[in-house]
């Protein structure tokens, strides 16, 4: 039997976008963490399509991004590391509910993979597999060296909104979503020319 279907589900206390697509609901279910954070992939269905014919997929608009960003934009909560994790669980288990299975996979890619990660190791007990792509590996190191550039690559171009935002929130580690995406603004930001100096490397 297929299923394909869309809704809000009072995830912790606000209303979250989950779709669940697939062709059979025998076969093993795959729940996509998306990327950014805040660039969902539930919009990008024809994408997965051939996926379908052996998962039944499962895609989450995170606190933040897409649907749920657009149904709780005045009052979004807080965008944590903590809250996420919990509300990916929480996702988790309402996907096993609606779907009478014991565990599920995860796909994680980019922030995903990082979110991914965290809810394995807090819940190992719902998932049968993991899969990360553009899996974040780095470390603290790689996001300071990232906050650094970004610095100096504002400082060098004069654009002091980017040097005001940078310097406040500083370098990482953050506690916070929006701390972290301050620095994913500045850095390497779209639309921005490099310098004089990044042009002649």
Sequence with gaps: MAIDE??????????????????????PVLL?????????????????????????????????GGATWSKNEA??????????????IEVTEWVRRRLTVQKIALLGNSWGTCLGVMMIQQRPDLFA?????????????????????????ARDRGDAKAVSALELVGPPPYATLEQFLVRQTYTNPPGVPPSPAEAAA
């Design 75 to 88: 009052h979004p909560g807080p965008l944590t590391y903590a809250r996420f994790v919990d509300d990916g």
């Design 6 to 27: 869309g809704q809000f589900v009072n995830i912790n206390g606000q209303e979250q976008w989950i779709t669940i697509r697939g062709r059979d609901l025998k076969n």
């Design 129 to 153: 597999a993991y899969v990360g792509t553009s899996q974040v590996v780095s470390g603290p190191e790689g996001d300071k060296l990232g906050y650094e550039l970004g610095l100096k690559a």
């Design 32 to 64: 996509i963490l998306h990327g950014g954070p805040g660039f969902p992939t539930s919009f990008m269905a024809p994408v997965f399509a051939e996926w379908e014919k052996r998962f039944t997929l499962v895609q989450w608009d995170q606190p933040g």
